[in-house]
């Protein structure tokens, strides 16, 4: 018997982190059995060129996520490549995500399209060690997902967790009782740790601390000083003691934004109001689905290097893609000097409620009706959702990029916020 199941039956706290192991490559490979066993990358769409995830046979290959896809060609010339199909990575984890929160612990966190964290503290005199419910876990995922596999870390803290679920891949199951995790997170690098970002590490190496031991040896108010309550937070951290509470509902958006990649080095200017007025469109849409409205908006076109982008602010608060597209002209007209551009971005900075009052004597603004326009973008909407996305939308945009949307880090269950 293992020191895990001499362990005390109750735990003063327990978190489970699952991870899917290669997520939208084992998909693929479930369902076209022809690629089981081959190198696969996934791309976003036959023209994309950056692998979004690649298979365990590819991996064993060094091909790994962000790599070019001609680099990794080079290392694997049988490597095969799949387009990205987001809709049944989406459908495939909302189904997974259900089954957990069903059969599992109601108190789950949604942290990507394919994580979560489950507390189970509560759920131990219900299904037993929380041992026992990570190995129901595996077992549920596999079943609800058509033998899909996971890794599973076990702990008293979301870090420790997350930390477990990465030391055994693929269908691993690591389990650090909490009164076992601050020896060992004790010699791994503080930079390992999920939220520590190597501007974080370079800080604390300046300060001698490179693990989470060194790190948990120096005075918090060393963190506390330069990072404030997240400074705290890391502390506790690399002791195993991470305070982070499950985020049962998703946090209203600080931003909310599409971007796309563009034929490399696009000087034409049609075509980049083409996919301007394309993410202007798929921005609103979006405000409109969660009944948001922003005044301020990023636009940006990227470089070979760097951005080059503006913030510009409508006279009202705006939903409406029309309005938005107007400052991306403005921005094209006053900022774009016809640089070479590889992506570009338009962001709705600070979305706020959606307030449909009507000013009696307001000027319309630039792209902005007169009227209430509510009416009609709600038919538009809901034609699209039932027809698919731009079923209605302006002429221009029939020109616009055929590669598919990615999943954004934001995404949830219930829809992208």
Same mark, same amino acid.
């Given at each position: 018997?293992?020191?895990?199941?001499?362990?005390?039956?109750?735990?003063?706290?327990?978190?489970?982190?699952?991870?899917?192991?290669?997520?939208?490559?084992?998909?693929?490979?479930?369902?076209?059995?022809?690629?089981?066993?081959?190198?696969?990358?996934?791309?976003?769409?036959?023209?994309?060129?950056c692998i979004i995830t690649c298979s365990y046979e590819a991996r064993a290959f060094g091909i790994h996520t962000g790599m070019r896809l001609q680099a990794a060609r080079r290392l694997c010339p049988q490597l095969v490549q799949r387009p990205?199909?987001?809709?049944?990575?989406?459908?495939?984890?909302?189904?997974?995500?259900?089954?957990?929160?069903?059969?599992?612990?109601?108190?789950?966190?949604?942290?990507?399209?394919?994580?979560?964290?489950?507390?189970?503290t509560h759920c131990q005199r219900l299904h037993g060690t929380p041992l026992r419910m990570a190995r129901m876990v595996k077992a549920l995922v596999a079943e609800v997902s058509g033998g899909l596999r996971c890794s599973v870390g076990v702990?008293?803290?979301?870090?420790?967790?997350?930390?477990?679920?990465?030391?055994?891949?693929?269908?691993?199951?690591?389990?650090?009782?909490?009164?076992?995790?601050?020896?060992?997170?004790?010699?791994? @690098? =503080?930079?390992?740790?999920?939220?520590?970002? !190597?501007?974080?590490? *370079? #800080?604390? /190496?300046?300060?001698?601390?490179?693990?989470?031991?060194?790190?948990?040896?120096?005075?918090?108010?060393?963190?506390?000083?330069?990072?404030?309550?997240?400074?705290?937070?890391?502390?506790?951290?690399?002791?195993?003691?991470?305070?982070?509470?499950?985020?049962?509902?998703?946090?209203?958006?600080?931003?909310?934004?599409?971007?796309?990649?563009?034929?490399?080095?696009?000087?034409?200017?049609?075509?980049?109001?083409?996919?301007?007025?394309?993410?202007?469109?798929?921005?609103?849409?979006?405000?409109?689905?969660?009944?948001?409205?922003?005044?301020?908006?990023?636009?940006?076109?990227?470089?070979?290097?760097?951005?080059?982008?503006?913030?510009?602010?409508?006279?009202? @608060? =705006?939903?409406?893609?029309?309005?938005?597209? !107007?400052?991306?002209? *403005? #921005?094209? /007209?006053?900022?774009?000097?016809?640089?070479?551009?590889?992506?570009?971005?338009?962001?709705?900075?600070?979305?706020?409620?959606?307030?449909?009052?009507?000013?009696?004597?307001?000027?319309?603004?630039?792209?902005?009706?007169?009227?209430?326009?509510?009416?009609?973008?709600?038919?538009?909407?809901?034609?699209?959702?039932?027809?698919?996305?731009?079923?209605?939308?302006?002429?221009?945009l029939l020109q616009r990029s055929t590669m598919p949307d990615v999943i954004a880090p934001a995404w949830k269950p219930s829809g992208h916020r």
């Open positions: 018997m293992s020191a895990v199941d001499r362990c005390p039956r109750i735990w003063p706290r327990a978190i489970i982190h699952v991870d899917m192991n290669a997520f939208f490559a084992a998909v693929e490979q479930r369902d076209f059995p022809e690629l089981r066993r081959r190198p696969l990358a996934i791309t976003n769409g036959l023209q994309g060129t990205a199909r987001p809709r049944v990575y989406a459908q495939v984890s909302a189904a997974i995500m259900a089954a957990l929160r069903d059969h599992i612990s109601p108190d789950m966190e949604v942290f990507s399209v394919d994580e979560a964290f489950l507390d189970v702990s008293g803290d979301k870090t420790t967790a997350k930390f477990a679920a990465k030391l055994e891949k693929p269908d691993g199951l690591t389990v650090i009782p909490p009164w076992e995790a601050r020896e060992r997170l004790r010699d791994i @690098p =503080v930079t390992t740790l999920c939220g520590v970002a !190597e501007g974080i590490g *370079r #800080f604390l /190496a300046r300060h001698g601390a490179r693990t989470c031991g060194d790190v948990a040896r120096l005075p918090v108010s060393v963190l506390a000083r330069r990072f404030g309550n997240l400074g705290r937070r890391i502390w506790l951290m690399c002791q195993g003691r991470d305070p982070d509470r499950i985020h049962l509902e998703a946090p209203p958006p600080r931003t909310l934004g599409h971007g796309k990649v563009v034929p490399p080095g696009t000087r034409d200017r049609t075509l980049l109001l083409t996919y301007l007025q394309h993410m202007s469109e798929k921005v609103a849409a979006r405000l409109r689905r969660h009944a948001l409205e922003a005044q301020v908006f990023f636009v940006g076109i990227k470089g070979r290097n760097e951005w080059l982008g503006q913030r510009l602010r409508t006279a009202v @608060p =705006v939903c409406n893609g029309g309005a938005i597209f !107007e400052l991306c002209r *403005r #921005f094209m /007209a006053e900022t774009w000097q016809g640089e070479p551009a590889f992506q570009v971005q338009v962001t709705a900075l600070a979305p706020q409620p959606r307030h449909l009052q009507l000013s009696l004597f307001a000027e319309a603004a630039p792209g902005v009706p007169a009227g209430n326009d509510s009416a009609l973008h709600a038919v538009m909407d809901e034609i699209n959702r039932c027809y698919g996305e731009f079923t209605i939308a302006p002429a221009r």
